[in-house]
């Protein structure tokens, strides 16, 4: 038995999102504060039964922000379960021991927790005329999170992630329409407690790791006193009886000692010296503290380990962060070993973030051998490492959208040579573009270098602050990769940056042609085709669908960045790539030439002479602030990124201001009253359209106009 699906609705960041899981490892991925921990407790609060019981009792704190006023509304966690064993012990926990077994045992079953108002509250909605927005204000006012209540049904069969359905079971809060009916046989039997699946399936929750050191000082997170006792538990009270008998014995020995009896007697004493003999204790002894009892013997028990080879063993404290980590993890794994011997009726293993402070090699080693044939194991992280390794049919991918945040199956509806063809391209690099808020796809090592640096030196800003990954996918392949983002799959932007390659010189054969012209022609021919096709296949491949968008470079990436106006800073790169006076003198003629295809072919044989990646680096060094990036660049960068914040844009126009004052301090005085305008526009006194205006009349021949002009 595993989990198939998890819905969760108005649970914490979640508003009303999906995941979907398979038999053996899966994996959850998200940046920070997406929600993944959210989801290994949501799991936890139906299948944990070391969690206490005042968990299943929400708080405010658990609805989704995003539904504004949440009196009222409902909590859903719902679990479905696939694979169930025929036996028809099991079968009776599904059932509840209230159905038949009509057309056969279940081979799916859910479980639910609804955290719901009160029967009273539902009576009082139901009891409300349409519209009557002011009596419903009054009911919502009075309810207080003391008026909700946990209950656990199973057997469901309403869809809690069809808002339709959500809507005609709690009710419409926006016409005041309640159902009438107070218990809906669609959202499941309520369970008892005698019945709970928590009894009967074992669960190990692995947290992250972040300060094991203390875990091991707590005897109730220790995970070798949970191994232990788990072991006496099994040992029998007799065979122990000789080393308690030892330890009585051990301790009446070291009470017996002489010293300790006279540093008794003495204590006593000075006692009845200070106090007199009626305020002085009745009794008092010296005793020894070592337990004489099973369980607290194995409390007394530390590990000691040695990470060098010098046969130096140091405690759990003395040990590097890497190495007290995988410790933890060793011991809970294999805490979830013994929890697996007692034969429950499904396993599962939950790991929150492995990866904190363990070596890239062991992350990947790591993953790939945890699985398990009896277990489902459920991941989530943050490691390219550990998502480089992960099956792509297994995965779930956490995006926020404003104020929530959903889930994205990546594999869903894909072709079993399309997901292998996925998995070969997600290696520790892209699968970067699994966790960012948007992509921008490029075909090679320039485009990946000299994008990131543009758009800082343009911006002032990263890629990465702007939450965009540059993934190169080192050919043209784009579809391979692109094909993950779609309404079915990850609601995420991915801008494809690719060349038309479109010929820039006569390319007509001639029969004065050297062999070496002929081929460039060839080659030049060849590659505009292609590129034309290219654009034919790409716009059709993105026809309809809006999370992708295609941008082409109309002849090359090289040659696009000299047009744009960046001819200096190749120039300055001209001596680095040539040694040859006459070579030099012959590119800085060629790239300051007023004839297009001269500045273009020596702009090419600079790249394919240094090599496109090394020349992209030498190019770097020469970029300052007043970059001149090829508008369809801007354009991928506009749509990967969407809206810009009037906060984002302050910030980005803050720095074009102290470039400009930097460069020019002579400008401070007119730029200062720009800054005004900046502040003007971040508290709404002025729209987009007045800011332009200012950043034309302050900043006319900046850059940073091209960047401007492309938000709407």
């Not at 109309?554 to 120039?571: K, Q, S, W």
């Amino acid at each position: 038995m595993h989990i198939s699906k998890m819905t969760l609705v108005n649970y914490r960041n979640f508003s009303n999102t999906t995941l979907k899981f398979q038999r053996g490892v899966n994996t959850i991925i998200g940046e920070n504060g997406s929600g993944k921990s959210n989801i290994l407790r949501a799991i936890r609060l139906l299948l944990d039964d070391t969690m206490v019981r005042a968990a299943y009792r929400l708080e405010e704190s658990d609805f989704c922000r995003s539904l504004g006023e949440w009196r009222g509304h409902w909590i859903v966690i719902s679990v479905e379960f696939e694979d169930i064993s025929a036996d028809e012990a099991v079968q009776a926990l599904f059932l509840h021991g209230t159905a038949a077994l009509e057309g056969g045992p279940l081979a799916k079953a859910t479980y639910n927790l609804i955290f719901r108002p009160k029967k009273e509250i539902r009576l009082k909605l139901a009891a409300l005329d349409v519209f009557d927005d002011e009596q419903l204000k009054k009911i919502r006012n009075a309810i207080t999170i003391d008026d909700y209540e946990t209950v656990f049904t199973g057997r469901s069969s309403a869809d809690f992630s069809d808002p339709s359905v959500y809507q005609s079971i709690v009710g419409d809060f926006e016409t005041c329409i309640f159902s009438a009916e107070t218990e809906f046989p669609e959202i499941g039997a309520k369970v008892p407690g005698f019945l709970s699946v928590t009894k009967e399936v074992s669960l190990t929750f692995i947290q992250a790791l972040r300060d094991v050191v203390a875990e091991f000082h707590n005897n109730r997170t220790n995970p070798l006193f949970s191994l232990l006792k788990s072991k006496s538990g099994e040992i029998d009270p007799v065979s122990m009886l000789p080393i308690t008998d030892m330890v009585r014995d051990l301790n009446a020995s070291i009470e017996g000692l002489e010293d300790v009896q006279s540093v008794r007697n003495h204590i006593r004493e000075t006692i009845k010296d200070a106090a007199g003999e009626t305020y002085s204790p009745a009794s008092l002894s010296i005793k020894s503290d070592l337990p004489d009892e099973a369980e607290k013997l194995f409390q007394s028990l530390r590990l000691f380990v040695g990470e060098a080879d010098d046969g130096y063993e140091g405690g759990i404290h003395e040990l590097s962060l890497g190495g007290a980590n995988l410790i933890y993890l060793t011991l809970k794994l294999l805490e979830f070993k013994y929890q697996r011997e007692k034969l429950a009726i499904a396993n599962f293993l939950l790991i929150e973030e492995p990866e904190a402070h363990i070596h890239t090699h062991i992350q990947k080693t790591l993953f790939d051998r945890i699985s398990y044939n009896d277990a489902q194991v459920i991941y989530t992280t943050h490691s390219t490492h550990i998502s480089e390794v992960s099956n792509v049919s297994n995965v779930n991918i956490l995006g926020r959208q404003g104020p929530y945040c959903e889930a994205y199956q990546p594999a869903t509806g894909l072709k079993p040579s399309e997901v292998r063809s996925i998995q070969r391209y997600l290696d520790a690099v892209r699968s970067n573009l699994l966790f960012a808020k948007s992509v921008v796809l490029v075909e090679g090592d320039a485009e990946e270098i000299l994008i990131p640096i543009l758009v800082k030196k343009l911006l002032g800003l990263s890629v990465d602050e702007l939450g965009i990954s540059v993934i190169n996918i080192r050919s043209t392949g784009f579809k391979n990769v692109a094909v993950l983002f779609n309404d079915l799959r990850i609601r995420k932007r991915c801008a494809i940056v690719t060349d038309l390659d479109t010929t820039f010189f006569d390319v007509t054969p001639q029969v004065t042609d050297s062999e070496a012209l002929a081929k460039r022609k060839r080659k030049a021919i060849g590659s505009q085709k292609a590129g034309g096709e290219r654009k034919v296949d790409l716009d059709a491949f993105i026809a309809g669908n809006s999370w992708l968008s295609v941008f082409y470079a109309p002849r090359t990436f090289e040659v696009e960045l000299a047009f744009a106006g960046n001819r200096e800073a190749l120039i300055q790169t001209v001596s680095s790539v040539y040694k040859s006076p006459e070579t030099i003198t012959e590119a800085v003629d060629a790239l300051r030439s007023t004839q297009p295809h001269l500045v273009s072919f020596r702009a090419l044989l600079m790249a394919e002479y240094a090599g496109k990646g090394w020349f992209a680096i030498m190019l770097a060094e020469e970029l300052d602030h007043q970059v001149a990036v090829p508008p369809y660049i801007l354009q991928a960068i506009h749509f990967a990124h969407g809206h810009v914040s009037a906060p984002l844009l302050a910030r980005i126009l803050q720095y074009r201001v102290a470039r400009q004052i930097e460069v020019d301090p002579s400008t401070q005085p007119c730029l200062a009253l720009f800054l005004v305008e900046i502040d003007r526009y971040q508290r709404g006194d002025i729209d987009l359209v007045g800011l332009k205006a200012a950043v034309a009349l302050a900043l006319p021949n900046d850059a940073i106009g091209s960047f401007i002009a492309g938000i709407a």
